[in-house]
């Protein structure tokens, strides 16, 4: 992986099926911190290749959003703005009608 390959191509080369990597990974604590730590290095192999080379940038961003979803995402901004003020006189209402609704739960107590 730190050569820019994916976790489950390294099935390929211990000779196990995508299944067998993730299971070891959640039997095994030391082959899960492993898969971890070979994730970061990873990472920085595709970023270290994209700076340094004149790889197209569509397809290195493609890929990095693809194999870094987390980390490599468009980021969307969601703006809400209230154009209205609250109606007193439902809000009044509203108050009124949980007092009297707390006065018959006592009552019924």
Not at 23 to 31: L, Q, T
């Amino acid at each position: 992986m730190s050569e820019g390959f994916s976790f489950e191509s390294f099935g390929a080369i211990a000779r196990v099926c995508e299944d067998t990597l993730y299971e070891w990974a959640k039997v095994h604590p030391e082959f899960s911190e492993a898969k971890k730590m070979a994730y970061v290095m990873n990472r920085y192999k595709w970023e270290e290749n994209g700076i340094a080379s004149d790889m197209n940038p569509t397809i290195w961003i493609f890929n990095m959003k693809n194999r870094f979803p987390k980390q490599w995402r468009d980021r969307q901004e969601v703006v809400q703005e209230t154009t209205h003020k609250a109606d007193v006189n439902n809000v009044n209402e509203l108050a009124e009608k949980l007092a009297e609704v707390m006065k018959l739960a006592e009552e019924n107590d």
